[in-house]
């Protein structure tokens, strides 16, 4: 059954560094999103993306992320200076024309 | 907007027992449902999912939930409980076209 992949799965970062987080969607689908799970809180929404371009994104989606699909096959997340707050675990989705995201593995951010 | 209400943080029983988790749910129109499960340090796996037709829904690993749209509620439920149930459940709402919201989360815990 096809997956949606991360990488890397761990990833521990300098603050104030750049990171960018990597997914492959599942190849024919056409909605991507990224959330967000801080340790021991709920998942949270943070973008979503169709089209080449952002569809909707939340409060927490701010002027130092942002989000591309270089190619064909990537789909990538970048904090352009983190945070210790930012230290999460964060989710790539997507999906087709139906409602069901499917979610990859994860990759788990660790701002020092 | 959507929403999603989890009561219940953290919910123990006894391996053989049944389980219902509760989730209600806010949104305008109908709502597709969803209910994930997360074990430590691990991804998101779809349980089941919640888009038309018959209420009471079928998932994977024995579990089943119910739609009641008159108590806005999504109910995760499994008759005997196993040990290795235990985990992070995620009840999630969404629509055609849209993000997910997801729930606080109920954390399980099973005794022998």
């Known amino acids: 059954e096809p997956e949606v992949t991360q990488t890397p799965s761990h990833q521990v970062t300098q603050m104030g560094q750049e990171v960018i987080l990597r997914c492959v969607p599942i190849?024919?689908?056409?909605?991507f999103y990224w959330y967000r799970q801080i340790l021991g809180q709920k998942v949270e929404f943070l973008v979503s993306?169709?089209?080449?371009?952002?569809?909707?994104k939340s409060e927490i989606f701010d002027d130092q992320f942002s989000v591309e699909r270089p190619d064909g096959s990537n789909f990538t997340l970048k904090i352009r200076s983190t945070k210790l707050e930012d230290s999460a675990m964060y989710f790539c989705a997507s999906r087709t024309a139906g409602t069901t995201q499917y979610f990859g593995p994860g990759t788990r951010l660790l701002v020092l | 907007a959507q929403s999603v209400t989890q009561p219940d943080i953290h919910i123990t029983v006894s391996e053989g027992a049944s389980l219902e988790l509760r989730c209600n749910y806010s949104?305008?129109?109908?709502?597709?449902l969803f209910w994930y499960v997360q074990s430590p340090g691990q991804g998101l796996q779809l349980l089941l999912k919640?888009?038309?037709?018959?209420?009471l829904v079928q998932g994977i690993k024995g579990f089943e939930a119910e739609f009641k749209r008159s108590q806005s509620s999504f109910n995760l439920r499994k008759p005997s409980v196993h040990w290795s149930d235990a985990a992070e459940y995620f009840c999630?709402?969404?629509?055609?076209?849209?993000?997910?919201?997801f729930g606080a989360g109920t954390r399980l815990t099973v005794k022998p």
């Open positions: 949104y305008g129109a109908t709502p597709y």
């Open positions: 999630a709402v969404g629509a055609y076209n849209n993000d997910m919201r």
């Open positions: 190849s024919n689908h056409l909605y």
């Open positions: 919640y888009f038309s037709g018959d209420t």
């Open positions: 993306f169709y089209n080449n371009e952002i569809s909707e």
